[in-house]
């Protein structure tokens, strides 16, 4: 936990700064969770206003239009469990499009810029995170 000001979002909110390369749990009295993650590489990153619409343990990874374009003998589905999936133990899938909070099968990736877009955590943080928040929880993306 750390101190964090919030710029008015409201308790509960996901507040994720690419910049930083971090992940925030809004609490109250102007504290936060905090997490590191691997976010967009230069051309994927986005910003704005997201709310979880799913939440998956283990899922199965079915990769998305641009990134079988760029990989185009990947399988259509990666299942739970496999090494290659790069869902990890959870994901939280974002509204409006094909980006989600998930873990990795690349720990190493963490804390850079790596992904298509998605935002990538440690197993352990998404799992930590995956039960502290709901479905319909805002999610904020900011340089």
């Known amino acids: 936990m750390v101190a964090f000001d919030a710029a008015g979002e409201a308790?509960?909110?996901?507040?994720?700064?690419?910049?930083e390369r971090k992940l925030y749990l809004v609490l109250e009295g102007g504290r936060a969770m905090r997490y590191v993650v691997g976010v967009g590489r230069l051309g994927r990153q986005w910003t704005g206003a997201s709310f979880i619409d799913g939440?998956?343990?283990?899922?199965?990874?079915?990769?998305?239009?641009?990134?079988?374009?760029?990989?185009?003998?990947?399988p259509d589905i990666i299942p739970s469990g496999s090494p290659a999936?790069?869902?990890?133990?959870?994901?939280?899938?974002?509204?409006g499009g094909e980006y989600a909070i998930h873990g990795t099968n690349r720990p190493d990736s963490i804390g850079r810029f790596v992904s298509y877009g998605c935002i990538r955590m440690?197993?352990?943080?998404i799992l930590d995170l995956f039960d502290r928040v709901d479905v319909g929880t805002l999610v904020v993306v900011r340089h």
């Open 11 to 19: 308790p509960g909110t996901v507040i994720v700064r690419t910049s």
């Open 122 to 125: 440690y197993n352990e943080d």
């Open 55 to 74: 939440k998956h343990l283990r899922p199965h990874w079915a990769p998305p239009a641009a990134i079988k374009l760029n990989n185009p003998n990947i």
């Open 85 to 95: 999936n790069p869902m990890g133990a959870a994901a939280l899938t974002l509204s």
